[in-house]
């Protein structure tokens, strides 16, 4: 059973950073992996993605001050968050698929983390 455990969430200044990380396990063959974020009444928005071989993809809007990574064994991805403005304030998810990247739409991801918060406060 694959679970997915984030952490790094927490309240930062504009133009502030944040790591987030998700532990993996329970799943070692091919995979896409995903952070999506969510504020209240909104729908969940994927914002980047890499695959197994580390390509990347990301949402314009977080393009040049986020970087999706993760480990050598794949048992973690990261999301580093820089130049963070008052509208990244959201509760980020980290997700995966099995097989290749095929987007950044919810319902493409079979695994969900439990959710960070991150606060970015004006």
């Known amino acids: 059973q694959v679970q997915l455990v984030e952490s790094g969430g927490g309240s930062v200044q504009v133009g502030g950073s944040l790591r987030l990380s998700c532990a993996v396990s329970?799943?070692?063959?091919?995979?896409?992996r995903a952070w999506f974020r969510q504020v209240p009444g909104k729908e969940r928005e994927g914002i980047a993605t890499?695959?197994?071989?580390?390509?990347?993809k990301y949402k314009d809007s977080v393009k040049g001050r986020f970087t999706i990574s993760q480990d050598n064994a794949k048992t973690t991805q990261y999301l580093q968050m820089n130049s963070l403005k008052p509208e990244d304030t959201a509760m980020y998810f980290c997700?995966?698929?099995?097989?290749?990247?095929?987007?950044?739409?919810?319902?493409?991801?079979?695994?969900w983390g439990q959710g960070t918060q991150v606060t970015v406060a004006s």
């Open positions: 997700a995966e698929a099995r097989g290749r990247c095929r987007g950044m739409l919810e319902y493409l991801y079979d695994y």
């Open positions: 329970g799943y070692s063959g091919s995979r896409c």
């Open positions: 890499i695959d197994s071989d580390g390509n990347t």
